[in-house]
């Protein structure tokens, strides 16, 4: 953890929380002592010990600056096995991702919704985990779509990729995309369907390429994130 994240009007770690035990066993700090600290999406700043006893650690919070700032870049990803995506989410807002959309797609394993990763909101979890590895406080606004129809209704911005290796694309190394917003679309482990494609081509999508090796979905994820922020100018 870069930086450690609460919610509004939060001021108390209880000590089964995992950002209380790392205040403990991995900063090893107590009461008193100064942390870096910020609120999801909002201010960072410092944060002050005030009490460190059986039940928690108490702080008191005095923001600095304004670090919820994310990249306009939409990342739309189909579903993918449990263990994948947590990974993905992840690393997607540590990147700076502002907006993730999650569609079922036609090729891929409908259960996955299913998985507690979702069911019991530990993907919440995973986005801030992301944040706080960044150390900054913006989490990427996250939606489970039940189609790629729907997620492209979702999806707006400037510029939309399709990343693709059935169909030829231009490279996405190659592209300019300074000052401009952007969406870039990957899909399953399966790949997208025909239908799929077809979609993506009708609602304007341009397709563009990550090279001609077959990637997995968590790869292509990651690296086509950060080629296109680089594409960007942002990074």
């Keep these: ?25 991995v900063l090893h700090l107590k009461e008193g002592d100064v942390f870096r600290a910020g609120e999801c999406n909002g201010m960072a700043g410092t944060a002050v010990i005030e009490s460190d006893g059986p039940d928690g650690i108490a702080f008191s919070f005095r923001s600095e600056e304004d670090a919820s700032k994310l990249y306009p870049l939409t990342l739309i990803v189909a579903q993918v096995r449990p263990i994948c995506m947590r990974r993905i989410l992840r690393e997607a807002v540590s990147l700076g991702v502002e907006r993730i959309i999650l569609p079922v797609s036609d090729l891929g394993e409908k259960s996955y919704l299913a998985a507690s990763l979702y069911t019991t909101g530990e993907y919440r979890e995973i986005l801030i985990d992301g944040a706080m590895q ?17 997620a492209v209704r979702l999806a707006s911005a400037d510029v939309c990729l399709l990343l693709d290796n059935v169909f030829q694309g231009v490279a996405l190394s190659q592209m300019d995309l300074e000052g401009r917003s952007a969406v870039i679309a990957i899909g399953p482990e399966r790949g997208w369907s025909d239908r799929e494609r077809n979609v993506f081509l009708e609602n304007g999508y341009q397709i563009a ?19 296109a922020l680089s594409a960007m100018k942002l990074i």
């Design 1 to 25: 953890m870069n930086i450690i994240l609460f919610s509004e009007g939060e001021s108390f770690f209880p000590s089964s929380d995992e950002r209380a035990k790392h205040i403990r066993k």
């Design 134 to 150: 960044s150390g900054r406080t913006g989490v990427s606004d996250t939606v489970i779509a039940k189609s790629v129809d729907e």
């Design 209 to 227: 390429s990550l090279g001609s090796r077959i990637l997995r979905t968590e790869t292509a994820a990651v690296a086509g994130v950060a080629v």
